[in-house]
């Protein structure tokens, strides 16, 4: 089993920067792909990047390209998200994720909380 753990959320004003920090414990992650989410409430979450398991293949939701930028080092177990120019509409708890070899997210943090206001 694998846990994860989010932190790094907060409050920041728009235009701002923060950033995430998930760090896994029980498992290395060195051979998964790890994935940042958010969900507002009532709202499906949805992915907002993804990063490969030697951290050269990187994915960006197009709301957010650009702006946040996806890290992992396996040595220490973690994964960050670098968010900048942040925008209310990034209001979300954010969640990290681990994708094992099956294709599904076999591991999930219990989020994070981030607002940016306007």
């Known amino acids: 089993q694998m846990q994860l753990a989010e932190s790094g959320g907060g409050l920041v004003q728009a235009g701002g920067s923060l950033r995430l920090s998930c760090a896994a414990s029980?498992?290395?992650?060195?051979?998964?792909?790890m994935g940042w989410f958010r969900q507002i409430p009532g709202k499906e979450r949805e992915s907002v990047a993804a990063?490969?398991?030697?951290?050269?293949?990187?994915d960006y939701s197009d709301s957010v390209k650009g702006r946040f930028t996806i890290s992992r080092d396996n040595t220490k177990n973690t994964a960050d998200l670098q968010m900048n120019s942040l925008k209310p509409e990034d209001t979300a708890v954010y969640y990290c994720?681990?994708?094992?070899?099956?294709?599904?997210?076999?591991?999930w943090g219990q989020g994070t909380q981030v607002t940016v206001s306007s």
């Open positions: 990063i490969g398991w030697t951290g050269r293949a990187t």
């Open positions: 029980g498992r290395t992650i060195r051979e998964y792909t």
């Open positions: 994720a681990a994708m094992g070899s099956g294709g599904r997210w076999d591991y």
